[in-house]
């Protein structure tokens, strides 16, 4: 990752001075097929201008541009029926490819699904990275609730304006990533494991996971249990419902969910294996 700053002090969030005390970052997309980050450096730095976020992530190189300092306060989220996001996050905006259209709302047509893929998995990960380096800077846990949210998260906490990014874009061009994969990716990179999780990707166990019938019950699910592989029921202790994947052994996912701080991954037998517990990486 690469870091330019490009602070706007023409703005007025960067003349009015004002500091926040970090509590988090929210995660936007720009809203519009341009993937130059100067285009937006360049129009936040102006006298007339009062929107700027802290960042903004180029898509043809992945170069983050640096706009705001950290702690200044910037204007990014907007605000909802409980405040404004700004007044604790640190906002940044990925740029998206130039081969999309917008038609309506968050919905929109692509020319070139892989040119459109590549230039979004480039912002993801450079995102990934700044994140993980803007948590350890601030000491903040990227798993705690409301630390790591999109803007449309902040949306449903009532803590933003009513936009659906940058989720509308994995979801509209098939990524597979959502903001539990990023918020797990981000985790992984501050233990130094450069993983970012996808479906259909084969991930191998580092250390013994758990497999459990349901991401949040111990108990035995005998619906769940009953679907299972023979494989499968054969791993699991049916007393606590159960199972261990050991070091070595492979698997694919269908999904990634957050749940209690810690990362589970779903997988095709309707079992959950725990990715990231505790905090601690479980696979690779």
Not at 103 to 127: E, H, M, N, P, W
Not at 166 to 188: I, K, Q, S
Request: proline share 3%; aromatic share 8%; net charge positive.
């Amino acid at each position: 990752m690469k870091i330019i700053e490009s602070i706007a002090k023409k703005n007025r969030c960067y003349t009015a001075g004002r500091k926040i005390v970090v509590c988090g970052q929210m995660l936007h997309s720009v809203g519009c097929p341009q993937p130059k980050a100067s285009v937006f450096v360049n129009t936040w730095d102006s006298p007339t201008a009062s929107v700027c976020p802290h960042g903004v992530i180029d898509g043809n190189d992945g170069t983050v541009y640096q706009t705001l300092p950290w702690n200044h306060r910037g204007w990014h989220g907007g605000s909802g029926s409980r405040g404004s996001v700004n007044n604790t996050h640190v906002g940044i905006e990925m740029c998206e490819p130039a081969c999309i259209k917008y038609i309506s709302g968050s919905q929109f047509t692509c020319s070139d699904i892989t040119a459109a893929k590549t230039a979004v998995k480039r912002t993801y990960k450079s995102a990934v990275e700044l994140f993980a380096m803007l948590n350890a800077k601030y000491g903040l846990n990227p798993l705690a609730d409301g630390v790591i949210i999109s803007h449309k998260e902040g949306c449903a906490r009532g803590l933003a304006t009513n936009h659906g990014d940058p989720e509308h874009l994995w979801n509209g061009l098939g990524m597979g990533y959502t903001m539990d994969t990023f918020r797990a990716a981000v985790c992984a990179k501050m233990q130094g494991v450069n993983l970012t999780f996808e479906t259909d990707q084969s991930y191998t166990v580092t250390k013994s996971c758990y497999l459990r019938t349901s991401a949040g019950a111990a108990k035995t699910n005998k619906a769940a249990y009953s679907a299972v592989s023979e494989a499968v029921k054969k791993k699991c202790r049916k007393k606590d419902g159960y199972a261990v994947f050991k070091k070595g052994e492979t698997f694919r996912l269908v999904s990634v969910k957050s749940v209690s701080g810690n990362i589970w991954g779903k997988l095709k037998s309707g079992w959950w294996i725990a990715l990231i517990y505790n905090g601690e990486i479980r696979i690779k």
